[in-house]
């Protein structure tokens, strides 16, 4: 009976080998996960469309961190110039959530901006006279970026902290270019259908 | 006497606990309170996994988040409950916790819950208490077992085990696939409330007895889960989401009976645990993310039991501990952590008559990171009559800071926020004070009453840093809160009838934190429990009930955007189950199972699966 058993137990000790060799292969066992590669969408920086009534769209790609996105209201497209301080090629600079216009601090190009809050773009027919602003430095405040006309009031947006999420407020911007060319826009969201974020869209028209 | 009568009886006296002193006791004799789910529990509450198992358990709360399901003690959250597996920690934390889910019922021999502090004999996490899953071994010379259960959300459960039981050695191996479609309890958006899953698993458990004084116990398991789900961002990106984890341990127990009692255990073990997170937005890929988890947890222990004279067992341990964790969220992607502790307790019996123990115990740990941390308990048990039981604890946690608070640095790219670790962090500290009482008027009747008192100082809270820009916030670990949790639990079991046992629980806890003044997010103040458990003398039929009332749960979110958070209360529920089971003979038995009779759930608050009806076939020869 004794014997019988040793012989038994004899074979056991395998066991904890079995199992030795089983976690050394654990790390290969599951395949590496990747992500699906999804097509369509991304064709540019900026990408302008008509959107009736003689309306424009711009979608805008600001996601980089470390660039402004240049864009013109005349080539409708990005522009990029070598010295943006010093360039009148350009009209709005994007960057994240921050907008900036071609005039004061931020360039020569003697744009300035005036803020119609709570109005809608059908409204405005007829460029304002007055209440332009220019980008001025950046005041004591709760950011680093210039203060331009779409910071002004707290900034072009709702910041909501339940989900971190950025929705646009009902402003319409009359941009007042350095020749007196004077374009309407609002800013339609921060996001991209896919709802990426740093995305801005803008629908807009000259007056 | 019979098994049957053993645990109809009011109380299972002769059932053996480790968890409370670290040393084998019966759980009538123990001297630290302790409550066990035993092997029949587990077998008729119809649970396929530990989280399912804790569900109606008194005083324990079960919180549900993107991390799985935790458990809650004395008005803390899961992250100050210390999980165990054969009495060693294993790895696979995320966000602090571990997913109960994950443990399947086929493993598990018995659950030992003990309460409060016991940071004194486990070190950190210890401090709203422990829960010790025991796996199973062999019992019988031969053994054989399975169970197929199929049910709603296309749940599937099928698990097997075999196992060989002899004089000088035993072996069990089980295995089980455990599946389902996980369930959405908000259509009105493509997101998922509850992941659809699939889990794999094995494991083994062996014991050698070359000799009647040795005994060396080898448990290996390998479990394999993914899972999937829709998950929405505030920008309205619509991302797939697919978790796959890996766990594999194993574990060394070499034992030696010493003369007259005392004893000598080591152990080792090692765990390693590999998450892959992959998100995967629809229409564009600027989102797409893809992280890779690896963590290890090495650890030796050594724990001599010394019986000195009738009236001292004293234990001292010791433990070495390692853990390491790879993962792209942590700055420079990589920690790692040792920590050795040594611990003494004397269990000092001063009267046998009159049941007087006094267990006195101190640890001290020494981490890499905080350095020294010391902390002691000291507990008292006193049986004035044989009727009564009279129990007080003293003690200190500590829980330290995990690699998330001290080395994160985490963008959520979608929404735009910042949290980042800090190195400086100490550890978590609380002081505990319990006392309970336990009476058993009769032998059918158990009555127990137990007060809890936890003060934590240096809590580990996200601050806000004074930020430089206005969408992304900057958040920093520091050791800035404090909090309070005062409660009292309330048990009976009483077995009017053979076959007939009906257990009731209430629970108070209130809980504040003091940086908020507001009760612990999450935490209800009132929780009852009733189970009633019938088993036919005889017949082979047997049904149980179960019901948890769980009352308003306060959350805090900052819906307004002022920068003070709102509190929103989750209404009170009730979770409701019944499962009914005839033995067909031959080992066999049939149920039919009805879980969360009442539908409780909401998307928002409690992602709870809709009332669903399974059945299914179980065999044990």
């Not at chain 1, 009148?88 to 020569?108: C, M």
């Not at chain 2, 659950?111 to 996490?125: C, F, N």
């Not at chain 2, 103040?525 to 036919?536: K, N």
């Amino acid at each position: 009976m004794r014997n019988h058993s040793k012989t038994r137990a004899g074979t056991v000790p395998l066991r904890p080998d079995i199992s030795l060799v089983l976690l050394a292969s654990l790390a290969a066992c599951a395949d590496d996960l990747v992500p699906e590669a999804s097509t369509g969408g991304e064709n540019g920086r900026v990408v302008t469309e008509a959107s009736g009534n003689g309306e424009l769209t711009t979608r805008v790609d600001a996601s980089d961190r470390e660039r402004w996105v240049y864009f013109s209201f005349v080539s409708r497209a990005e522009v990029t110039p070598d010295d943006p301080e010093n360039d009148g090629d350009w009209h709005l600079g994007l960057q994240r959530f921050s907008i900036i216009t071609n005039g004061g601090v931020s360039g020569s190009g003697g744009a300035a901006v005036a803020i119609l809050s709570g109005a809608t773009l059908a409204d405005v027919t007829v460029a304002p006279v007055d209440g332009y602003v220019e980008d001025r430095p950046d005041a004591d405040d709760d950011d680093t970026v210039v203060d331009s006309a779409f910071a002004e009031g707290g900034g072009w947006y709702d910041y909501d902290p339940s989900d971190n999420t950025l929705s646009p407020k009902q402003i319409v911007y009359v941009f007042r270019s350095g020749d007196g060319r004077h374009y309407k826009l609002e800013i339609l969201d921060y996001y991209d259908t896919a709802g990426t974020g740093a995305h801005p869209s803008f629908v807009w028209a000259e007056l | 006497m019979e098994p049957q009568a053993i645990s109809d009886g009011a109380h299972a006296v002769e059932a053996i606990v480790v968890t409370g002193s670290r040393t084998e006791r019966p759980l009538g004799e123990a001297p630290v309170a302790t409550e066990i789910i035993s092997e029949q529990d587990i077998a008729e509450s119809g649970a396929q996994d530990l989280a399912e198992l804790l569900e109606g358990q008194p005083g324990l709360y079960l919180d549900r988040s993107f991390a799985g399901t935790s458990p809650m003690l004395q008005g803390l959250p899961a992250d100050y409950t210390l999980i165990l597996v054969d009495g060693v920690r294993v790895p696979g934390r995320v966000g602090g916790v571990l997913d109960l889910q994950r443990f399947p019922i086929e493993d598990i021999e018995r659950v030992e819950i003990v309460r409060g502090a016991s940071s004194a004999l486990y070190g950190s996490d210890a401090i709203a208490g422990v829960i010790n899953v025991i796996t199973r071994t062999a019992q019988r010379p031969l053994e054989l077992s399975g169970s197929g259960s199929v049910g709603a959300y296309r749940n599937i459960d099928l698990s097997g085990a075999a196992g060989l039981h002899r004089r000088r050695w035993s072996t069990r191996i089980a295995a089980g696939r455990h599946s389902g479609d996980g369930f959405d309890l908000d259509p009105s958006d493509v997101a998922t409330s509850q992941s659809a899953f699939e889990q794999y698993n094995v494991r083994n458990q062996t014991r050698l007895l070359p000799n009647d004084s040795f005994a060396l116990t080898v448990s290996t398991e390998y479990l394999r889960r993914d899972r999937e789900g829709v998950d929405l961002s505030g920008g309205g990106a619509v991302f797939d989401r697919h978790n796959s984890t890996e766990t594999g341990s194993i574990l060394l127990r070499p034992e030696w009976d010493l003369r007259e009692g005392s004893r000598l255990k080591l152990w080792s073990s090692l765990g390693t645990f590999r998450d892959q997170f992959l998100l995967d937005q629809r229409d564009s890929d600027a989102l797409d993310e893809r992280q890779e988890t690896r963590e290890r947890i090495g650890q030796l222990g050594a724990q001599l039991d010394l019986l000195l004279g009738s009236a001292h067992l004293v234990s001292i341990g010791s433990e070495a501990w390692h853990e390491s964790l790879d993962t792209e969220r942590l700055v420079g992607g990589t920690g790692d952590r040792t920590r050795g502790a040594l611990y003494v307790q004397d269990e000092w019996t001063l009267s046998e008559a009159r049941l007087l123990v006094l267990l006195p115990g101190a640890r001290l740990d020494l981490d890499s990171q905080f350095g020294l941390h010391v902390t002691p308990r000291a507990a008292l048990r006193f049986d004035p009559i044989s009727e009564l039981t009279f129990r007080v604890s003293y003690a200190w946690g500590f829980k330290a800071p995990d690699f998330r608070e001290l080395y994160l640095l985490f963008e959520n790219p979608s929404a735009g926020y910042l949290v980042e670790g800090s190195s400086e962090l100490e550890p978590e500290t609380s002081t505990h004070l319990s006392i309970g009482l336990e009476y058993r008027p009769r032998p059918r009747v158990w009555l127990s009453l137990q007060g809890f008192w936890n003060e934590l100082t240096d809590r580990i809270s996200t601050d806000l840093v004074p930020g430089d820009e206005v969408g992304p916030r900057r958040f920093r670990y520091r050791n800035i809160d404090s909090a309070r949790t005062l409660g009292a639990e309330a048990s009976a079991r009483i077995t009017p009838l053979p076959g007939l046992r009906l257990d009731l629980s209430y629970a108070l806890a209130h809980t504040r934190d003091a940086a908020s003044d507001q009760p612990i997010s999450g935490q209800p103040l009132h929780r009852a429990t009733l189970s009633v458990r019938y088993r036919a003398p005889g017949v082979g039929f047997e049904t149980s009930s179960r019901a948890a009332i769980v009352g308003n749960r306060p959350f805090f979110q900052d819906t307004d955007g002022d920068g003070a958070s709102e509190r929103r209360d989750s209404h009170a529920y009730a979770s409701v189950d019944v499962r009914v089971s005839q033995a067909l003979g031959y080992g066999f038995r049939s149920f039919v199972l009805a879980e969360n009779m009442l539908d409780a759930g909401d998307a928002e608050f409690l992602p709870l699966q809709p009332r669903t009806f399974s059945g299914g076939a179980s065999f044990d020869y």
